[in-house]
């Protein structure tokens, strides 16, 4: 397992919270952000909501916007990432304040409770496969029998070729930059797909962003 501390890499994405929307923006032609959106009309009628390593807030938003009636549970690592979200809702949403529930501790930390939506936005491929299979067994427990898991993630192509290169190369280099900025010690993507399916986890949307490196999928329990 990479062992990372979410005290150590929390205080890692505390030092580039102020830089982290224009950074992500420019570096994917926004892209990263969009592909979040790609299901956000599914999430108008869900009650409980948890967002893991929700960041600066930029998805949070977009959900209060879209549901009138959620109460999230908005968990991270970061004490500056959650205060960055925090004052967006404020400035942009201050009635909707008392409908988030803000949380700055690692996911390891969370005392789970029940919800009908669990969003995972960038943040899984911060973990490795046994983290993964750890959250993913949490989501099984703890995500209604009718509840949506939304995930957001780099992808990697099947298929060998330029593209599949292309994208292990790319997140080599962004797991290098993360391990010098917030000492991630993770090295390569989860197999998540694989972890969440054998929880019985079915994908029921995909879609697709740069050329297939982005990917928001909506998950279903089976069981
Ligand atoms: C790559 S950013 C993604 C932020 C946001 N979800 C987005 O898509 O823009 C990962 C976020 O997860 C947080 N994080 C990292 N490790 C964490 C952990 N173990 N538990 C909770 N949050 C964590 C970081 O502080 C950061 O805000």
């Known amino acids: 397992m990479a062992d990372n501390n979410p005290n150590v890499v929390g205080k890692g994405f505390d030092r580039i919270t102020v830089v982290y929307d224009a950074v992500v923006c420019i570096s994917s032609f ?74 700055c501790s690692g996911v390891e930390d969370l005392e789970w409770q029940n919800y009908d939506l669990i969003v995972c936005n960038y943040i899984l491929d911060l973990f490795d496969n046994a983290y993964v299979q750890v959250l993913a067994e949490k989501f099984k427990k703890h995500l209604t029998t009718k509840g949506l898991l939304y995930v957001t993630d780099f992808h990697i192509a099947e298929t060998n070729g330029f593209m599949k290169w292309g994208t292990q190369t790319g997140l080599k280099v962004l797991y290098t930059l993360f391990r010098w900025t917030t000492q991630l010690q993770t090295k390569q993507l989860p197999e998540t797909e694989r972890l969440l399916k054998e929880q019985r986890f079915v994908i029921t949307q995909s879609e697709y962003f740069l050329n297939g490196i982005l990917a928001c999928h909506l998950y279903k329990r089976t069981d």
Do not use: C, W
Request: hydrophobic share 40%; aromatic share 8%.
């Open 30 to 103: 926004n892209r990263i952000n969009k592909s979040q959106l790609a299901f956000l009309s599914h999430l108008s009628t869900q009650k409980m909501g948890l967002i893991l390593g929700g960041g600066t807030g930029y998805f949070l938003q977009k959900v209060l916007d879209k549901n009138e009636q959620i109460h999230i549970t908005y968990v991270d690592a970061s004490a500056k990432m959650i205060e960055y979200a925090r004052k967006r809702i404020k400035k942009n949403r201050p009635n909707a304040l008392h409908r988030v529930t803000f949380i």
